[in-house]
């Protein structure tokens, strides 16, 4: 029999006390993977990992120093670091009528500062390893712009630009940094939506049927592996045909 596509490999998910990360951390496990799953709720962290395998540590995306040490302490116990996923999200949605700074302040914060930290943290590592995999969670949002989510969006398309700048600077050292756009999933974030507006995306997407965190995950083993050795910069679209 083959070895698990990931086996060997050290990964850490941000955000993965529930939800995509969560599952992202699971599926990484499956596939041979030892994984650190870290989550600004540190015992929603340490469930996730009892329960799936790996390690559950408390780590804030925003946050220089747990970001810095989140890296640090899973390379001393671990020798190495070979995928690092920044997933961590939050949503204040609002109309640009009703959206306060701190809504906007909030969002940019955790997805751009977060995502930010965590490219630069991980390939501080990898490019010394000359080898290694980022991958970014973007959002189909931050392709088409949805309304009541400027702030989101426009941190969204960030990622994008971050992520591609960044595969530019570490290609040479053997490390690929990729994002994934999912659309509409089945989460808690999308379980805080009104029922009429999910019906309404859902109904909206060609699939007709709103994504699995599983199907995310799908798209990570993918980047995180050697089947996806050749692309870095790319932008992967998990859903299921909208915005195509
Ligand atoms: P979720 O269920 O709300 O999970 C997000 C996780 O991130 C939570 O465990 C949350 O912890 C954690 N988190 C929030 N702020 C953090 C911080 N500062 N530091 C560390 N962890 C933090 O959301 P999800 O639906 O799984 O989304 C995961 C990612 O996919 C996000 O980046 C989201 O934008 C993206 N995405 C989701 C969808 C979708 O349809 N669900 C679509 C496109 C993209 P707490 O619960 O303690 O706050």
Partial sequence: MSSPLLAGKIAVVTGAGQGIG????????????????????????????????????????????????????????????????????????????????????????????????????????MREQKSGSVVNISSLSGKSGNPGQTNYSAAKAGIVGLTKAAAKEVAHHNVRVNAIQPGLIRTPMTAAMPPAVFAEREAAVPMKRAGEPA?????????????SSYITGTVLEVGGGRYM
């Fill in 22 to 125: 969560r599952e992202i951390a699971h599926v990484l496990g499956a596939h041979g993977a030892t994984v650190v799953l870290a989550d600004l709720d540190a015992d929603a962290a340490r469930a996730a990992a009892a329960e799936l395998g790996g390690t559950g540590v408390g780590c804030d995306v925003t946050d220089e120093g747990q970001m810095e040490r989140l890296v640090a302490d899973t390379v001393s116990e671990h020798g190495r670091l070979d995928l690092f996923v920044n997933n961590a999200g939050i949503t204040r949605d609002a109309s640009l009528k009703k959206m306060t700074v701190a809504d906007f302040d909030a969002v940019i914060t955790v997805h751009l500062r977060g995502t930010w930290l965590g490219v630069r943290e991980a390939t501080a590592v």
């Fill in 215 to 227: 199907e995310v995950a799908g798209a990570v083993v993918f980047l995180a592996s050697d089947l």
